[in-house]
């Protein structure tokens, strides 16, 4: 069978704080630019390779702070989106894309089925095989637990400015994004908006469904603007307001 990552590169999945037994459980799909040394560089140039078609800027810091706040377990991926979107299932063409956004991706384009069939195995399955694994672990000892997962969009996208700078998303389990959207019924710092600038009709609530609204647990998907998480302060003000609306949220 074809090999993806090499022994010294490291597991796909990181957990932190495993047994933190505070109400949420945080994941990070795209928390990492970094691409296994067999892919190279997909046949991308530098500044793409940094931009957010790679991963999503500010999104691994912001949940490791709420993870720190709330004594939160976080699952995160070591590898970059254009290796696997691990927030799309294996069918998915977004899995694995050839073209994002304005950039076509050669790497991809070039896959051979036993290429794809190692990205599914080395990166997917793991990944969501260690968020099964501290959702169990949870179960079993009897800790409530809500599912959110972090992500950060880009202000433009195909040349079109995004005014929303936090999205609150669901899939058909609204129970946790109704109670955060009242929460943040009053004014704020932020321009918060229910399934904005994404919503499940774009097939972004992959990891949700498969582990929130498949096991009855509350989950809710956060969407960040990335020009509002560019350094550690703006990263903390961003974390301490989606603290607060999850704490009134969760009751």
Partial sequence: MEKLLAADEGEPAIVENK????????????????????????????EALKSHIAWDPGALAVSQILSGHFDAPLVYQRYSRLAYDCNRPPESPAAMPVKSEIYAVPGNAAMTPANRDARIKEIYEPFHAAIREVLNER?????????????????????????????????????????????????????????????????????????????????????????????????????????????????
């Fill in 19 to 46: 047994e933190g037994r505070g109400p949420f459980v945080f994941v990070c799909e795209h928390a990492s630019a970094l691409l296994p040394v067999s892919l190279g560089t997909l046949g991308l140039n530098g």
């Fill in 139 to 251: 179960r079993n000892a009897g800790v409530k637990t809500v599912l959110v997962t972090m992500h950060t969009f880009t202000p433009v996208y195909f040349g079109k400015k995004r005014d929303v700078e936090i999205g609150i998303l669901h899939d058909s389990d609204a129970r946790m994004a109704d109670a955060m959207i009242v929460a943040a019924s009053t004014d704020g710092p932020f321009d918060l908006r229910r399934n904005e600038p994404y919503g499940p009709q774009d097939g972004v609530t992959h990891t949700l469904k498969l582990h929130g609204v498949a096991n009855g647990l509350q989950n809710v998907m956060i969407e960040i603007r990335n020009d509002r998480v560019r350094d550690a302060t703006e990263q903390g003000v961003a974390a301490d307001y989606i603290a607060g609306l999850l704490l009134r949220a969760v009751g």
